[in-house]
């Protein structure tokens, strides 16, 4: 049933980094950018907490099952993730500022259970 309200995977990831993306609003960070894609992958959710930019890695899992929604954030995700944000930077001029790696895990659904990991690496 939960699954149907989502037409694919995209849409469901989307739905996802949506809440993500406000949680964090709620916690008082300034939203930038989403779903930013480069050669090397894509950024999630690009966000500020006064003058830190935050790269922010969203996921989702119903359940804990298979090591949970944290066993997600591979070795390979994260080098991924650390040569997109470089591009991202070289791209925008920004040189210099200050910079963290967040990840939001959400797990389960009525409600979904979030948890904001920063300085994740």
């Avoid at 993306?21 to 916690?27: M, N, R, T, V």
């Avoid at 050669?39 to 890695?57: A, H, N, P, Q, S």
């Avoid at 790696?101 to 904001?116: L, R």
């Amino acid at each position: 049933m939960f699954e149907k309200l989502f037409k694919n995977s995209r849409d469901k990831g989307q739905h996802y980094e949506q809440l993500a993306k406000s949680y964090l609003l709620k916690q008082g960070l300034s939203f930038v950018q989403s779903n930013y894609n480069c050669r090397y992958g894509e950024i999630d959710l690009i966000m500020r907490e006064g003058t830190c930019w935050v790269f922010v890695e969203v996921k989702f899992r119903q359940s804990q099952r298979f090591g949970g929604v944290l066993s997600t954030l591979t070795h390979t995700k994260q080098q991924k993730l650390k040569r997109s944000i470089y591009y991202y930077l070289g791209a925008q001029q920004l040189h210099n500022v200050p910079v963290r790696v967040d990840f939001i895990a959400i797990e389960g659904k009525n409600p979904p259970n979030i948890q904001w990991i920063k300085s994740v690496f």
